[in-house]
Nanobody, 126 residues
Framework: QVQLVESGGGLAETGGSLMLSCAAS????????MAWFRQIPGKEREFVAA????????YYSDSVKGRFTVSGDNVGNMVYLQMNNLEPEDTAVYYC???????????????????WGQGVQVTVSS
């Protein structure tokens, strides 16, 4: 049974930093992509960043490019999201997700991912 457990959320000031972690277990993830999404109340989940487990190829949404960095540790099955220069607009619940890698396009849709964590709150004060 696949499990994803996020940690590291909390409160930061504008311009500050936080790092989120996601511990994955339950199967081999070599052929999978790990991703981070975020959601604010009343809106759909928004793609943030993703990393292919086999190659560590990464891609980001335009809203976080240059400020956030996704990384992975395929020995410990951990995925990280380093968030720098935080803005109040980054306030959301952040989710870790994983799904079989699609090589034909970037996996930026919620439906691309089968497994999800429970989410962690990130709040950025102005």
């Amino acid at each position: 049974q696949v499990q994803l457990v996020e940690s590291g959320g909390g409160l930061a000031e504008t311009g500050g930093s936080l790092m989120l972690s996601c511990a994955a277990s339950g199967r081999s993830f070599h052929a999978y992509t790990m991703a981070w999404f975020r959601q604010i109340p009343g809106k759909e989940r928004e793609f943030v960043a993703a990393i292919r487990w086999s190659s560590f190829y990464k891609y980001y949404s335009d809203s976080v490019k240059g400020r956030f960095t996704v990384s992975g540790d395929n020995v410990g099955n951990m995925v990280y999201l380093q968030m720098n220069n935080l803005e109040p607009e980054d306030t959301a619940v952040y989710y870790c997700a994983t799904g079989s890698t699609l090589f034909t396009r970037a996996m930026t849709k919620e439906d691309d991912y089968l497994y999800w964590g429970q989410g962690v709150q990130v709040t950025v004060s102005s």
